[in-house]
Nanobody
Framework: VQLVESGGGFVQAGDSLRLSCAASLLPFGDYAMGWYRQAPGKEREFVARISRSGGATNYADSVKGRFTISRDNAKNTVSLQMNSLKPEDTAVYFC?????????????WGQGTQVTVSS
């Protein structure tokens, strides 16, 4: 089982980034997916999640209205579109998965991708 993130980078405040996660979980449509992040010196925190059908999404208050999670079950991918980035969004972003309808306790994690937002 592999979750491989891509798309991180160094951007300026106000810029956008799109993170992607390619999953080897099969069948992909049986897994709820999500994104977490961990900033230096802080605990890992929830960012966004999407149900296995893609019909339900949830976001942390800190990213609501700026980030959008989506999935393509035909391509086994989940994405996180991040707009209006802020320096406080700087963190390592992790893709997560659970064999469930809704992501509550991830059983699978990616290695993470660094996002750095400069002011």
């Amino acid at each position: 089982v592999q979750l491989v993130e891509s798309g991180g980078g160094f951007v300026q405040a106000g810029d956008s980034l799109r993170l992607s996660c390619a999953a080897s979980l099969l069948p992909f449509g049986d897994y709820a997916m999500g994104w977490y992040r961990q900033a230096p010196g802080k605990e890992r925190e929830f960012v966004a999640r999407i149900s296995r059908s893609g019909g339900a999404t949830n976001y942390a208050d800190s990213v609501k209205g700026r980030f959008t999670i989506s999935r393509d079950n035909a391509k086994n991918t989940v994405s996180l579109q991040m707009n209006s980035l802020k320096p406080e969004d700087t963190a390592v972003y992790f893709c997560a998965a659970a064999y469930a309808t809704i992501l509550t306790n991830p059983g699978y994690w990616g290695q993470g991708t660094q996002v750095t937002v400069s002011s």
